[in-house]
């Protein structure tokens, strides 16, 4: 049976998928990043690898090595890895950078699929093992947005769109039709926490993909704590992409919403 190669950055979901994939008989390889993927993908997967952050050709030799033709890239990567610790990135990873006329995700995530590729192995995209943390359009919590909720999503919604576009980030925080705070490269939970800073309670939140978003990599992700920040920043509302989000720990996310009677909904 053919192997399929987990690349794993931090969070839950390279373990989900892990979980998904091998009860469908899948036979997975993890690639772990020291000090940022989760070690206890270790015990989801048939063997692992650990590399360190940057060493592009050691983990290219390990999947080789392995026999591996198809792999997965899963979980956040920390701009910061480039920015910060451009020391630590090996002769295949500075070659792969210099080679882009940006640092944008996409952009970074577009080469490394072309990087494989020359090495005969294929990103491919994890949705149809993951298809059940995929919500579709409606309201999941007891209550919906309200009059001035809603409308703020609507705006909220429109310069998310333009935001992810651009390939900026995928989060916009908005209340009043006044946008409060924009994501960059810090990541949607800081986003909510300088929305949070700029005003009280009664901000809303959204997550869009990008217009063309491709599925196999860096599709929008929401779990607990981004709703657990969401709330203790004041935000009341959120809304999320219909068909192009992952929301992982959905049912503890509804629970603790409709606690807080804030609305999360799916446009």
């Not at 192009?244 to 409709?258: S, V």
């Amino acid at each position: 049976m053919a192997k399929v190669g987990v690349v794993a950055g931090s969070g839950k979901l390279p373990i989900i998928f892990a979980d998904l994939a091998r009860a469908k008989g899948e036979k997975l390889v993890g690639i772990g990043l020291k000090g940022v993927t989760d070690p206890a993908l270790e015990s989801h997967v048939d063997k692992f690898i650990w590399v360190d952050p940057g060493a592009v050709q050691k983990a290219i030799f390990a999947i080789v090595t392995e026999r591996i033709g198809k792999v997965v890239m899963l979980g956040k990567l920390g701009k910061d890895m480039i920015f910060k610790n451009s020391e630590g990135l090996d002769a295949g990873a500075k070659t792969m950078l210099g080679k882009l006329q940006d640092r944008k995700d996409y952009s970074i995530l577009k080469e490394a699929a072309k990087f494989l590729g020359k090495f005969g192995i294929e990103i491919m995209d994890p949705t149809p093992y993951l298809g059940e943390l995929i919500p579709q359009k409606g309201v999941l919590t007891g209550r919906g947005p309200t009059e001035s909720e809603a409308s703020d999503i609507e705006y909220a919604t429109g310069i998310a769109r333009e935001l992810a576009r651009f390939d900026i980030g995928q989060t916009v925080a908005v209340k009043s039709k006044t946008v409060l705070a924009l994501e960059a490269a810090e990541g949607t939970d800081e986003t909510i926490t300088r929305a949070g800073a700029m005003s009280k309670k009664g901000f809303v939140v959204a997550k869009l993909a990008r217009p063309n978003q491709d599925m196999r990599f860096d599709v929008p992700l929401v779990g607990l704590e981004t709703v657990e920040g969401l709330i203790s920043a004041g935000g009341t509302a959120l809304a999320l992409e219909a068909g192009r989000t992952f929301l992982i720990d959905r049912a503890e996310i509804i629970k603790l919403a409709d606690e807080k009677s804030v609305a999360i909904v799916i446009v």
